[in-house]
């Protein structure tokens, strides 16, 4: 069984921050609606429902780049498609997230490891980021997703611009965007999913397909991590 804390997925309101340094990415665009709760974290910061072989599923390595996004093609449940444009990976987590999220991911034994991958559909209409921070200590990971759910806008990753090579254009202001994040044994999994070519709104659309995009991660990720991979 996937030990999986929660997932949520909905739209945002990012408002201007001072964000600093930001080597990674472009802010990310505005939209319209939020409508997401605090998930609790369990006892001692562990997940609800965390298998009594938790200590030997944290001696595994870190999930690594290929193993978290291993396809540069992916085929979701619903039939629809998605191609891998860019796939980036540091040991400094504070790059590309937000301040508010920086200085989280830095508390306890800290972040080990975000990797970032850039999907977009057949048609190439949408972009879809997700990134995957990875954890020593579960109860870091649980004390950053409970976070960025309570505050998705203060605790966010932000997305990826394309690279030239991927022939994408990078979104404009205003174009709608979406949000969500889930955790697994150590890790917090975020995505984002914006129209690249500046649509406002078509929100329940975009939720639907970055929906799919995270929960294919969630799932990888997970499996990996329960020694299942």
Partial sequence: MALVAAVAVGTLLIADEDDGDRTTSAPPATTTASGLAA????????????????????????????QAFPST????????????????????????????????????????????????????RSQVTVTVLSFER?????????????????????????????GLPTVPPGSATVSGRAMTVRSVVFANGRWGGGTKTGEAELASRTEGLLRRADDTVTAYEEGRN
């Fill in 138 to 166: 579960v109860e870091d990971a649980s004390r950053v997703f409970t976070m960025a759910s309570a505050d998705p806008v203060r605790y966010r990753v932000d997305p990826l611009d394309p690279p030239p090579r991927a």
């Fill in 73 to 124: 093609s992916v085929r979701l449940p619903d039939g629809s498609r998605y191609a891998r444009v860019d796939l980036s990976t540091t040991v400094d987590c504070a790059r590309g997230a937000s301040p508010a999220l920086a200085r989280l991911v830095e508390q306890g034994e800290g972040c080990s490891r975000s990797t970032a991958a850039l999907f977009t559909d057949t048609e190439r």
């Fill in 39 to 66: 998930v609790p974290s369990g006892d001692a910061g562990l997940p609800s429902g965390a298998p009594s072989a938790l200590p030997s599923l944290l001696a595994r390595p870190i999930v690594r780049p290929e």
